[in-house]
């Protein structure tokens, strides 16, 4: 898939693949991603949402473990599987 060419539909239809990637690597990471909304891909950023995650009581957003050597690992799963390598940002 071509970078220039992928749309935020296309990065939804493989989002599990994605997760299944990150799962495969690391359970936890698979936690801290897997609530996430895909809101937008525009211009090479890849937007994000946790929105979800404060519906229950308690803190269930795993926004902790979304470090900078996590998201590596979350961009580095959707080029394994989408072939490119977005920038990623949250809400």
């Known amino acids: 898939m071509s970078e220039a060419h992928i749309n935020i539909a296309e990065i939804k239809a493989r ?3 994605v997760l299944d990637e990150l799962m ?3 359970r936890v990471l ?6 996430a ?6 211009d090479g950023v890849l937007l994000l949402d ?5 519906k229950f ?6 926004k902790s473990a979304r470090k900078p ?6 961009q580095q799963a959707i080029h394994k599987v989408l072939g490119f390598t ?3 940002s949250e809400v």
């Open 69 to 74: 050597e996590q998201i590596a690992l979350l």
């Open 86 to 88: 977005p920038t990623i």
């Open 24 to 26: 495969a690597h690391d």
């Open 15 to 17: 989002w599990n693949d």
């Open 37 to 42: 909304r895909l809101v937008s891909y525009t």
């Open 50 to 54: 946790f929105v979800d995650a404060t």
């Open 30 to 35: 698979w936690l801290a991603f897997f609530d």
């Open 57 to 62: 009581n308690g803190d269930h957003d795993f």
